[in-house]
């Protein structure tokens, strides 16, 4: 069993920055990669950024140069840097982890007001 456990949500004004962290702990055996994901109201699920066990990133085309992904192997733990946030990056954040299988947070409120 893989827990995440995400933290960092909150309400931010347009132009300020959240930093979003996801600790994975549990039976553990392979990650191939760990992202973020966040889902707005009405919407489907879209992937934010992915970084891969060999470093790699990909960032959704919205927020690159924005949102910067990162990662503390010795913690398991993925980071999630958001700065110049927009009114349309409101959603729930969730932490994704692949591996053997797919493991998800539980998911963070991110609002950002105009």
């Known amino acids: 069993q893989v827990q995440l456990v995400e933290s960092g949500g909150g309400l931010v004004q347009a132009g300020g920055s959240l930093r979003l962290s996801c600790a994975a702990s549990?039976?553990?055996?392979?990650?191939?990669?760990m992202g973020w994901y966040r889902q707005a109201p009405g919407k489907q699920r879209e992937l934010v950024a992915r970084i891969y066990s060999t470093g790699s990133r990909n960032y959704a085309d919205s927020v690159k140069g924005r949102f910067t992904i990162s990662r503390d192997n010795a913690k398991n733990t993925v980071y999630l840097q958001m700065n110049s946030l927009k009114p349309e990056d409101t959603a729930v954040y969730y932490c994704n982890l692949f591996g053997a299988m797919d493991y998800w947070g539980q998911g963070t409120q991110v609002t950002v007001s105009s």
């Open positions: 549990g039976s553990i055996f392979r990650i191939n990669a």
